[in-house]
């Protein structure tokens, strides 16, 4: 299996321009996570999507911020526009909870670190 | 609302020694998760806890579940310098299926 994918790895970009992140999780995974870090803030989670459906978005900073989850094998986030101040590793995880156990691990994709000048 | 606490933040170690860090929950977690991320990496699964006072071991890596399953440790034996990175716990929110992050302990071997 080829984990989770996100594209790009790297992203610099100008205040003010639109930046979208993007993930496929694993196959069969049916939970996605958005989270960003930070070293000042550490690990935070954005978003939570399941079956495709967005459950919790409060951890999403402000307007400028959207994700989208149109079918089970993709999702991105999207910052329009962008500020330096979210310049930070965005990470996308996904899981696959079952009534045994819904709180499977999660698995991480390898983080898009975005620059924002 | 709920908080899941780690400590310390940062534990500078000589190679060999031994490293512990903290987890504490202000409530009573079903579960309890540790992840590994090394520098410049990605959050990695070590092991999930259950069961109260529940105890396991991977190699030189001992976790522990707390017996009122409201904190957790986990506890390097002779540290090694693959054992470099940020080791982070985290709990059910009891709400839905996400989880509640310490803030990580980063573990430095001293040159």
């Known amino acids: 299996d080829a984990g989770v994918i996100q594209s790009p790895r790297h992203e610099v970009t100008e205040m003010g321009q639109e930046v979208t992140l993007r993930c496929k999780p694993i196959?069969?995974?049916?939970?996605l996570f958005w989270y960003r870090q930070t070293m000042m803030r550490g690990l935070e989670l954005l978003i939570y999507?399941?079956?495709?459906?967005?459950?919790?978005d409060s951890g999403m900073p402000e307007d400028r911020f959207s994700a989208k989850m149109p079918n089970a094998s993709f999702s991105t986030l999207k910052i329009q526009p962008s500020e330096p101040r979210d310049s930070a590793v965005y990470f996308c995880?996904?899981?696959?909870?079952?009534?045994?156990?819904?709180?499977?691990?999660?698995?991480f994709g390898p983080g898009t670190r975005l620059t924002v000048l | 609302g709920q908080q899941v606490m780690q400590i310390p933040q940062y534990q500078h170690v000589q190679e060999g020694e031994d490293f512990t860090t903290y987890c504490n929950s202000s409530?009573?977690?079903?579960?309890i998760q540790w992840y590994k991320q090394r520098p410049g990496g990605h959050p990695v699964f070590l092991i999930q806890?259950?069961?109260s006072g529940e105890v396991k071991k991977q190699k030189r890596l001992t976790f522990q579940f707390g017996e009122a399953k409201k904190n957790s440790s986990l506890h390097i034996t002779a540290t090694q310098t693959t054992d470099v990175g940020t080791y982070f716990c985290?709990?059910?929110?009891?709400?839905?299926?996400?989880?509640?992050w310490g803030a990580g302990t980063k573990l430095i071997i001293k040159p």
């Open positions: 995880a996904s899981s696959a909870p079952s009534a045994g156990d819904p709180y499977n691990e999660q698995f």
């Open positions: 196959s069969g995974h049916n939970s």
């Open positions: 999507f399941n079956n495709n459906v967005p459950i919790d």
């Open positions: 409530t009573t977690l079903s579960n």
């Open positions: 806890l259950v069961k």
């Open positions: 985290a709990g059910p929110n009891g709400r839905n299926y996400q989880l509640i």
